[in-house]
Nanobody, 121 residues
Framework: QVRLVESGGGLVQPGGSMRLSCKAS????????MAWHRQGPGEERELVAL???????TYADSVKGRFTITRDNGENTVDLQMLNLKFEDTALYYC???????????????WGQGTQITVSS
């Protein structure tokens, strides 16, 4: 059984910073892409940042220059460092990973439970 568990999140003032962490656990053979998505109030879920196993990254235009995604392949973790947070960054943030686990023939997509970030003065 594979699980993604997120930590971090909470209330932050505009211009502040926050770090999210996500750890994958279970019968994991390998993890391909890892990513953070978010869903704001009344909005569709959107990709925030993605990192492949080699460390190549992709960011949503709205967070470029402010957010940094990193991963530790040995620890099966992915982090999202967020700087200069804005009101519009308020959302439920989800960790996502494509994981090959024992007994499976191909990668499966797994999601964390979500962690809330609220940017408010």
């Amino acid at each position: 059984q594979v699980r993604l568990v997120e930590s971090g999140g909470g209330l932050v003032q505009p211009g502040g910073s926050m770090r999210l962490s996500c750890k994958a656990s279970g019968n994991i053979l390998t993890i391909a892409n890892m990513a953070w998505h978010r869903q704001g109030p009344g909005e569709e879920r959107e990709l925030v940042a993605l990192i492949n196993r080699a460390g190549a990254t992709t960011y949503a235009d709205s967070v470029k220059g402010r957010f940094t995604i990193t991963r530790d392949n040995g620890e099966n973790t992915v982090d999202l460092q967020m700087l200069n947070l804005k009101f519009e960054d308020t959302a439920l943030y989800y960790c996502n990973a494509y994981i090959l686990s024992t007994g499976m023939a191909q990668l499966q997509s797994y999601w964390g439970q979500g962690t809330q970030i609220t940017v408010s003065s």
